[in-house]
């Protein structure tokens, strides 16, 4: 594993993704255990994507952990795909976590809400009354972070929860992840965290392997912090780590 600081991020580079989960679990785990011993209740928000499968799968391992002072959230998900669909980002969390462990509450977003608008504001009072303490995220090949697309990341974004239209590249993203056969099946809108909601976090956590993501870790650590690439408003944060594979390192 190497280590290095870029800003105020801290990153870690090690040769598998599956070190890279691993690695990430504890330091969640680790965080887990330490606020609860001091407080009655954790608030956890979890991204879902291939991305996080090797994180998802440790941390679920994890029962020496009392889940059931765990409130857990997510961060975004897609408008109009059917309830059943396992594309759905519930679904995916579903399968991966949230079942497996005995958690407070699993707080989902309804991306087939009737009031689309209401929903966001439901979400978004959820995330007031239990102040996020951990944010674990990934980063898009387009840089965003959540749905926050450059198009319509805003670092000073008065809402929480927002609907947003996806540009191409993020949804051409989910065909290369193997999460839709073809483009035309892709959602074009979704709800999402804003960027406020997501650094409001007090821990962020952020897991970033493969290499199709290298030049996604390049923008992030290397180019001006702005929202033309959504995931370098990291580097501001009082407390965040990135963590990258040998792959999404490679064009460091």
């Known amino acids: 594993m190497m280590e290095k600081k870029i800003d105020s991020l801290n990153v870690k580079r090690f040769d598998s993704r599956t070190a890279m989960g691993e690695a ?3 330091e969640v785990a680790d965080t887990l255990l330490s606020r609860l011993a001091r407080q009655s209740t954790v608030n956890v928000v979890f991204a879902a994507a291939p991305s996080q499968n090797e994180f998802l799968a440790s941390i679920a391992s994890r029962k020496d952990i009392d889940w059931t002072r765990v409130n857990a959230f997510h961060m975004d998900e897609y408008v109009g795909l059917p309830a059943e669909a396992a594309q759905r980002f519930g679904n995916f969390l579903k399968d991966r976590l949230f079942s ?8 989902y977003l309804n991306g087939n809400a009737p009031d689309v608008d209401g929903e966001c ?13 951990i944010v674990c995220m990934g980063i898009g090949e387009n840089c965003h972070i959540a749905f926050n697309d450059p198009h319509v990341a805003d670092f000073r974004d ?8 996806l540009d191409k590249a993020c949804r051409q993203q989910q065909v290369n992840d193997q999460c839709f056969d073809v483009l035309a099946d892709v959602p074009t809108h979704a709800l999402t965290l804003t960027v ?15 290499a199709n993501k290298a030049d996604a870790v390049r923008h992030t650590l290397l180019d001006e912090i702005t929202p033309l690439y959504p995931s370098t408003v990291l580097r501001t944060h009082r407390n965040a780590t990135l963590y990258i594979d040998k792959e999404s390192a490679s064009k460091l």
């Open 158 to 165: 008065p809402a929480w929860v927002k609907v947003v239209d």
């Open 100 to 107: 497996k462990l005995p958690f407070r509450s699993v707080n």
């Open 24 to 26: 990430a679990a504890l």
């Open 121 to 133: 504001q439901r979400y978004a009072k959820l995330l007031l009354e239990h102040p996020i303490d």
């Open 196 to 210: 406020p909601a997501l650094m409001a976090a007090d821990h962020v956590c952020c897991m970033v392997p493969g």
